[in-house]
């Protein structure tokens, strides 16, 4: 039977900007019908009851929004979420290569995935972009549970063939076979795309990063994802490793790695000319502000990569990032901007998350909105969870305060529901 939710419908028609409290782009439709055909695509949405053929849920007073998108997350390392006292080198070493190479055995590439593809839906994330390792099993696993759950979900084996541990390299033959076969058997299954993955310019040669140039120009359609100038330390090892790149972003430019469909973590370290060749390109940055704070690697400059016409989207950046929960993550990328001197609206931060991600994956009809013919990756939530959050809630005079206390105080408990493609993936217990 085809499905129709009550709620508080909030998505965007366009972007809102960064500071504009009013913007018309935000479509907020209070006590509205959400309707769901039989394919799991929204059907309409209206403000009266439709007929008896709709199996109805009335959610009166709780907030429907597309489900959000996680534009850079890495599926092994829930395992080292929350490790003490490094900062990128060093947590690579320390904690995060042991950890992956688990991930060679085929049973712990499986529990991993279920794990991590469970609670990206139970933290209201229906779409992700994500770095599972270097071993094909945690790739195949990663894509498996995916399409188990009807996910929209971007990923490919990690590129590695240098400075990592033994059981973590590949070789360029061998990545690249591999790669070649997961594209014709996972690229365009149902909602799954690949991505070719070098982790980043220090963990792979020049014939590597070559490589996979020639698999972005030999598969159009495939997504390109990888980490830039995230850290300092960083930054000057690539410049050593890379002397004839103008900056760090130029290693990928040289190797054909960036156009509309690349996604780039972090780019906290850019330049003028960086930032504009990203706008060029159509590469977006992922912005993962709770691992940048927790990782202490520096504080992305939003404001500047808007204004150079540089897609950002959110990211947790998991297991870098201290939580799955975009919620979380946007308020994390709040403080940040206000630590320049810019406070980013509720609106900025949400659009970030949902129809401005979708745009920028060039996925904006699939997912991220709520117009007729989207899929229907939906997540229901409570405003306000808890006494303080229900006192200040109670207070706010207006919309955007309202929802702003939202983002800032909210996280997975305000989740109630998420649905992928109309089914109810997730329901609070
Ligand atoms: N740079 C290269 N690998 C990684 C990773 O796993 N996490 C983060 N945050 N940065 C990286
Ligand atoms: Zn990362």
């Not at 597309?66 to 092994?76: C, E, L, N, Y």
């Not at 541990?165 to 996972?186: F, K, M, Q, Y």
């Not at 220090?202 to 980490?227: C, F, I, K, N, W």
Request: proline share 4%.
């Amino acid at each position: 039977m085809k499905t129709a939710i009550l709620a508080d419908l909030l998505d965007f028609t366009g972007d809102p900007g960064l500071a504009d409290r009013q913007s018309a782009h935000v479509r907020w439709r209070p006590a509205h019908w959400l309707l769901i055909d039989e394919c799991g695509r929204i059907a309409a949405v209206q403000p009266d009851a439709p007929g008896d053929d709709w199996h109805k849920l009335d959610h009166s007073g709780q907030l429907l929004m597309p489900g959000f998108i996680d534009t850079h997350v890495h599926s092994p390392q829930v395992d080292v979420i929350a490790s003490w006292g490094t900062e990128l080198l060093d947590w690579l070493n320390t904690y995060t290569f042991p950890a992956e190479a688990r991930h060679a055995d085929p049973a712990v590439a499986q529990t991993a995935a279920d794990l991590f593809t469970d609670a990206l839906l139970a933290h209201g994330s229906t779409s992700a972009v994500v770095f599972p390792t270097v071993h094909v099993t945690s790739t195949e696993a990663l894509f498996g549970a995916a399409r188990q759950r009807g996910m929209r979900l971007i990923a490919g084996k990690v590129l590695m063939d240098r400075h990592a541990p033994d059981n973590l390299r590949d070789d360029v033959a061998g990545a690249e076979s591999h790669c070649t076969a997961l594209i014709e058997r996972w690229h365009g299954q149902g909602r799954l795309a690949y991505a070719v993955t070098p982790r980043f310019a220090a963990t792979s040669t020049d014939e590597q990063l070559a490589m996979a140039g020639r698999l972005v120009a030999r598969h159009p359609g495939v997504y390109m994802q990888t980490h830039v100038a995230e850290n300092r330390a960083e930054v000057a090892w690539i410049a050593e490793l890379f002397p004839q790149a103008r900056s760090y972003l130029d290693v990928y430019a040289r190797h054909g790695l960036l156009n509309e469909r690349a996604v780039l973590a972090h780019g906290i370290w850019l330049d003028a000319a960086d930032r504009q060749v990203l706008a060029d390109t159509g590469a977006q940055i992922a912005f993962c502000p709770s691992s940048n704070l927790f990782l202490g690697s520096g504080l992305f400059g939003w404001a500047q990569a808007a204004a150079a016409g540089v897609a950002v989207s959110m990211a947790s950046d998991v297991g870098g990032g201290t939580s799955l929960s975009m919620l979380r993550t946007l308020a994390d990328a709040y403080k940040v901007q206000a630590m320049a001197g810019q406070r980013l609206t509720a609106w900025a931060l949400l659009h970030a998350a949902t129809r401005g991600a979708a745009q920028a994956l060039q996925l904006g009809s699939e997912i991220g909105t709520l117009n007729p013919g989207a899929m229907a990756d939906l997540c229901l939530w409570d405003v306000a969870v808890g006494p303080v959050a229900q006192r200040r809630d109670a207070l706010a005079r207006e919309l955007h305060e309202r929802l702003f206390a939202w983002v800032t105080l909210g996280d997975e408990r305000n989740l109630r529901t998420c649905w992928v493609g109309g089914v109810q993936r997730y329901a609070r217990p």
